[in-house]
């Protein structure tokens, strides 16, 4: 059991059902060949998604004694496009070899020293200069940066991120949630945090739990003269980029929905009690969004009158 990646392979030394690593670079990041982009450059996700499914029928734990090597080809690499590929594929299996090829026929069976990569980072280092951590930045350098490791931590269902908030300062809406549930650990600073109607003080070392179902709104505040450093956690029913999510922004009074299908806002106004929709289940009418109604002929059911 052993993912082997294959660094520009040339055509004559390409193992049969190899997964094609270089070919989905063409597709999904073909201003970055053998790279990975900075957050807000491009997006990653496509091509990690797509590699996750790819192992995933080739390798895993529990069949580690009789799974054959896994091979993957790859462009050439650069030192983060090479450390996301090492790291994603460790998730998979206990051995990952690369075979450095570029372009030149060498021996598949010598595959080197086992590269293997744990799925541990630090959210309080600096990423070093050369590495995946380093590239997916947001905005600014070192300590401080927005650092988004859940594409060197794997696929999953959830997603990483640490922050900085500047001191008086935000970092996102007064929002909530109906699918995504969230964990919040401070790692620097103190402040305040919004829950629902409750202003609650934080400092270093609280963790803040966001459970859906209650759909409790929050808000993180740097209002205590300190800057604040946040690990974000989201965790989602299904795949990330495939659950649906409806997102409310009481301060703005939107309704937000996100996902597959879905990129809309509505003014939250137009939330209404569902009793009289479900009384009214059979009739036929339609909606208007200040809440009101007016007839409607619809197949199958009875017209609703006034």
Known sequence: MAVVIIEDPP???????????????????????????AIGKGKI??????????LSRKQGFM???????????????????KEFLIRTSSLWTNKVFLIEAK??????????????????????????????LSRLTAHGEGEDADTHFSPVLGAGKS?????????????????SHTAREELYLVLKGKGTIRIG??????????????????????????????????LDIE???????????????????????FGQGWHYTVPSV???????????????????ADGSWEPKDIPGHKRREK
């Open 11 to 37: 055509k004559d030394m390409r193992p049969e059902k190899a997964i094609r690593a270089d070919v989905a670079w063409k597709l999904f990041l073909p201003d970055h060949m053998g790279d990975i982009p």
């Open 45 to 54: 996700e496509p091509i990690r998604h797509w590699l996750w499914w790819e």
């Open 63 to 81: 069949r580690e004694e009789e799974a054959p090597p896994a091979y993957v080809l790859a462009p050439p690499l650069t030192p983060e496009g």
């Open 103 to 132: 372009g030149k026929n060498v021996d598949i069976d010598s595959t080197g020293d086992n590269l293997w990569a744990p799925p541990v980072v630090n959210v309080k280092d600096k990423p070093q200069a050369h590495s995946a």
């Open 159 to 175: 997603y990483v991120r640490a922050y900085t908030i500047e001191a008086n300062g935000t970092y996102a809406r007064f929002h």
């Open 197 to 230: 109607s409750h202003n609650v003080p934080i400092k270093e070392g609280d963790l803040i739990a966001k459970p859906t179902g209650p759909d409790i709104s929050t808000q993180f505040l740097a209002d205590r003269g300190e800057t604040m450093r946040v």
């Open 235 to 257: 965790i989602w029913p299904e795949d990330e980029r495939t659950s649906k999510d409806a997102v409310l922004y009481p301060d703005h009074e939107e309704l937000d929905l």
């Open 270 to 288: 137009s939330i209404i009690d569902a009793l009289d929709a479900m009384s009214h289940y059979d009739t036929g009418y339609r909606r208007k």
